[in-house]
């Protein structure tokens, strides 16, 4: 038989594999999806959503699911030991710092999340969209890329045969009595994937040539596995083990719903998690089990041994429970990849190039962050809007975070493991420091403080020095001949996530988190900070950028349309009804935001029609002009100052299909607009 | 065959239906439901959603789903002529009042809202509550009524004939090609059910018996009809005929995303209304075909006619459109049944019992208002668990609203339809006094300000003169033999809904809005507002009423239990967690916001049993206590200011299964507290 042709081909469909799959549907990628097991996750595993995945999965239409049926988990308490060895309060504060995010920290199961996921895939097929399938019970056994055409945009460089596995040898015994082995899936479990592929008896298998594999098949990945020399991960365990268990805590311990650090005085920390409908995951150091050999007795661990030691730590308040929903047990250790991709034909994402251990609740929101970032470069290059050596950006970006990650990881964990002073004499010194790494690391773990390097995509600012925080250096990348002009938006830095505010559309007076109205649909964004255009002058700045916007940026001429897809959308309705029309939208799309009163300006009238488009089947556009100002039912949310622009002079933000901002320019002057130009330029491929 | 057996039969499976469906399905009785049509709604019909509707979506865990799909209508603008005959912006201004509601009014249509409750439906099910099905193309054919036990709860008085339409029968050829004919369904259409009856020809028929039987069957109610005499519908029409659109308007009208309410000097009037996914329904006064003798010649109406007036209205302003999506006309008139209930066991709800003009978005609202007043009434007298009486309140509270939104809809039509004067001498007189009645006619509009009379449900404040306002004098009814104590709660009226505030919960500190705390689940609710409990009297006090509440409310041998069904909870996670447990919870709830510090109160070591109850499978519960505080991240909710209590002093509020107050009585004191006992004496049938 022939092999099939597809354009991304994605081993793995765990939340990194799905959120590619996602970008893949609405971008309009014919794209296939395996996964060596037969059905998705439905208890256990990864719980905790950090804002700026929150804010990510906003961008999708499907936040709000996750936020309503989530635990929003608002505080973390510090216990330890006082004098008289006895646990007790030490500290209870936020967990998530206030005005970060409108997300906090909340905990769902995994599987939830999968199912929105896979619900919202198929909700974006179109005719310009194809359905996008996951496929269970099917895993590649070889893998070969053809490097004389690695550089041919329109080669299928790589082939994979695909098997496609029985029933049984897709669901693992343990599987069918999952909770008495809650090792499956731990990293203390052996790894199949080699005694699979060795049954050859009766296979049925297929070859597929792929432009692109994405190996999301987790830490024991054999897609990273099978790309051999350079992509060994490195790192180190400890032989630190730890248990979990999901139950419903029958316990009079007070803190039961916060998040909480306890550390006993002699039989080891403890990490509680409120999960949603009554859960509490508990987290247990296993002193019993770690041999300090590096070996560990997994026979040994069991819910009654994790539940026996949490009632030691605990003690002397009491703990039991009648309902269980899943358990683990896990070795801590930290390991990364040095490369993340090859040849930009095949890459590695989530699990699969860093691991790390969960207590953060940092390793689904990195995996998918992974993805995330992918995911919009891979399909717009498929489609031929982006040049190809975007793609070496997903390394450069993504790098850095998996590195940022292992080093918050391994310092945090060491603290959270080791013993710590009774504060008997004053404050326990390690207990102070604890508590202290783990107020620094906030805008990390929320995701929210991540600032990508300067790159194609980010602009540097004229002043800029490299420092990238935290003793980070940005590593040697090609760099946009554009620069980002320092000082006209000071809260909004390249590299970071452009924050939301809220703002006021002009036409109906509705409030709105400005995030979504730049729903994750492949478009770069320019937002017009046009001042106040009450002012006649201002105005006219802002109606002279719109009219040579539309000339040098926007006309059909001048940049690529890009088709939208239908299925859930941010800003309401229920979808976007951009699919409607023939007319396909340029990939570049206009928000203005202005600091005048919403009474002084008439949309139609006072302002450039590319604030407003036209379309001939859907009439102007009503969704594209805010206002800073006061609303009817939702107070004024002050965008102008927290994102520290003047109103008297105004500012252009562009901001990247992911949300992150790639450059910061003046409103006045072609000077300024030229630069966008120029970004752009180094970006897409008919400007 | 022998006829079988439903506790609760629905004819009619509109919003009204639904409503009282979902009832039957949260308090597991055993419910049969019919409609002859052969689908859902898939256009156009009713749109606009009224905040309290809002707010009881929101207490069956929708209310999100229909927030964020819909458009939120937050402005109205009033269009009228100016000197030179041509229409201009006359005023704009917030279109739901602030402060009344956590929601605005919004607008969706009508069959995904009908799709959300039929999902509900279903998730509710559970060993203890039987599956509710919507049986489409089934309607009923005879009805008759055993007059002699009627008394008997046990016995089944209702006969009624069903028959399984065909297909053919069940999608009458309008409907194959709805767009053509938008009259179908519309008051100036004929209707089917005569004709449906006569055919005898290859029909298959069942008989039911059934103790209840509930007409949502619409405006031509078969079920009313049945009931003869008595049952008649009064009121007048008029000769005003208007139509309505739904398109994706083409338009430089500038306040197409607005409401509003437009008079032309010649052309007469025109609505407004923006909606989900680009559409706007327009409503425009068909003068053409009104002949001024009672009589429309319906052929002459079609979408271009509308179009064309709708046109001339607007002029200067153009109107195009390329999508349309729906289209019909419709006849004012206004009429009201007097009865609503024959011996308490037929009941009808919706157009069925009271018709009138569709423009102020109250229709479908007030049809569900009725089941939702309905449905736990009969829900809980079918389980035997409040006393039969209590059905008399059906007709009391309902009819009364009926004849005000009549009344309302009579001044509101009359005003819309008139001419307005020019405002070229100053203001147009007709004109003020129409924006006059709309912001009076707010507290009614939105469905918050409805205030139900003095009964069995609602305790008369001893100072009660009877005075319902708007002119409203209470009927002669049985009265509760406890007293509200006026002062207490200043804000918390009986009668009206118990408003939400944001309070937060003890246990985890996250922001509530409290009414999401006591979702429709058949449960009455105490709200004890515990004051300041860091002092140790009032702590003293509250722990007092806490014991006083176990002993002589709560326990299994005072207060009948109540079995929890699953299904999307208010309160997040996948759904209530009660059933759960073999231990079913009491049907009087208590809910404690106390107004002391957060850090200052220990939940499970300071505060009685009775306000975090233990089960012995899900242990205690963390869900009761809250506190009016500054919270994290959402400010402070100012609850007790809010509800205008003293928290030196405190009061209890007991509110009925559908969220109205019911009693206002003092924290301190037996005097109090046996106010809570006479009523619940007054309801209940084992206390």
Redesign the interface.
């Known amino acids: 038989m022939e092999p099939s042709k597809v354009d991304v081909l994605i081993v793995g469909a765990g939340p990194a594999g799905l959120m590619l799959s996602l970008w893949m549907a609405k971008l309009g990628i014919k794209t296939r999806v395996v996964d060596k097991r037969t059905g998705k996750i439905v208890s256990g595993q990864a719980d905790g959503f950090q804002c700026r995945t929150l804010e990510i999965f906003d961008s999708f239409g499907i936040g709000?699911k996750v936020w309503?049926?989530?635990?929003?988990?608002?505080?973390v308490s510090f216990w330890n030991p006082g004098e008289d060895g006895k646990i007790r309060r030490h500290h209870?504060g936020?967990n998530?710092q206030?005005?970060l995010s409108r997300f906090?920290e909340s905990v769902l199961q995994q599987g939830?999340v999968e199912s929105f996921l896979i619900d919202t895939i198929r909700a974006s097929a179109s005719p310009k969209h194809p359905l996008i399938e996951i496929e269970r019970s099917v895993m590649p056994t070889t893998l070969s890329i053809d490097e004389s055409c690695v550089n041919d945009e329109d080669a299928y460089p790589v082939e994979v045969t695909l098997r496609h596995l029985t029933e049984e040898e897709a669901t693992p015994t343990q599987r069918l009595s999952n909770l008495q082995d809650g090792l499956y899936r731990s990293n203390l479990a052996e790894d199949d994937t080699e005694k699979l592929i060795a049954n050859t008896s009766g296979v049925r298998e297929e070859k597929v040539q792929a432009k692109y594999v994405v190996g999301c098949d987790g830490a024991h990945s054999w897609v990273r596995k099978t790309l051999g020399e350079g992509f060994e991960m490195k790192g180190e365990s400890t032989d630190a083990i730890w248990g979990v268990l999901d139950i419903?805590?029958?316990?009079?311990f007070?803190d039961?719903?916060?998040r909480c650090m306890i550390h006993s005085a002699e039989f080891g920390a403890m990490m509680v998690i409120?999960r949603?409908?009554?859960l509490v995951r508990v987290y247990t150091q296993l002193k019993e089990v770690s041999t300090g050999t590096g070996r560990v007795d997994r026979s040994q661990i069991t819910p009654e041994l994790i539940l026996q030691t949490a009632r030691k730590i605990l003690s002397p308040y009491t703990l039991d429970?009648?309902?269980i929903d899943w358990w683990t047990a896990y070795q801590i250790g930290q390991r990364v990849g040095d490369r993340f991709s090859k040849h930009n034909r095949i890459f590695l994402a989530g699990d699969a190039v860093h691991t790390h251990s969960p207590k953060a609740g940092q390793g689904m929101n990195v995996s998918m962050g992974d993805t995330y970032n992918l995911g919009w470069k891979l399909g717009l290059v498929c489609k031929k809007l982006l040049r190809p050596e975007v793609l070496d950006t997903y390394e450069l970006e993504r790098r850095q975070i998996a590195r940022q990650l292992i080093a918050f990881d391994h310092k945090f964990s060491r603290l959270f493991s080791g013993r710590p002073a009774t504060d008997g004499s004053g404050e326990g010194s390690s207990m102070s420091e604890f508590q202290e790494a783990f107020r620094e690391a906030q805008l990390f773990i929320t995701g929210v403080g991540i600032r990508y390097q300067p790159s194609l995509l980010v602009c540097k600012e004229n002043d800029d020095t490299g420092d990238l925080g935290g003793g980070l250096q940005a590593e040697t990348a090609p760099q946009s001949s554009a620069a980002s002009t320092a000082g006209l938006a000071t809260n909004c830095r390249p590299g970071t996530r452009f924050a939301s505010q809220k703002v006021m559309?002009q036409?109906?007076?509705?409030p709105w988190e400005l995030q979504l109205q730049m729903p994750s649909d492949g478009r770069f964004r320019i937002v017009v900070f046009g001042g106040d255009i009450s002012q006649a002058k201002q105005l006219a700045t802002v109606n002279e950028l719109g009219a040579w916007l539309q000339a040098n940026l926007l006309s059909p001429a001048k940049s690529p349309r890009i088709s939208l897809a239908p299925g859930p959308d941010p800003r309401?309705?229920?979808?976007s009804?951009q699919w409607?029309t023939d007319q396909d939208p340029s990939i570049v799309d206009v928000l203005l935001v202005h600091a005048a009163s919403r009474?002084q300006i008439?949309?139609?009238?006072d302002l450039h029609p590319v604030y407003h488009p036209f379309d001939?089947?859907?009439?102007?556009d009503?969704g594209k002009v805010f206002v800073d100002g006061q609303t009817?039912?939702e107070g004024h949310g002050r965008a102008y100052e927290r994102y520290g622009v003047d109103p008297a002079r105004g500012a252009i933000v562009a901001v990247r299909p992911d949300g992150y901002i790639g450059l910061v320019t003046a409103l006045q002057g072609e000077d300024g607009w030229k630069q966008l130009q120029a970004w752009f330029g180094g970006l897409l491929r008919s400007v």
Do not use: C, F, V
């Open positions: 709000q309503q049926e989530s635990n929003h988990m608002l505080e209870r936020p998530t206030p005005n906090t939830r419903i805590p029958i316990t009079d007070p039961i719903r916060s409120p949603e409908n009554k429970y009648h309902y559309a036409s109906d007076a509705r309401g309705g229920s979808g009804s409607m009474e008439e949309l139609l009238q001939k089947k859907l009439g102007w009503y009817h039912h």
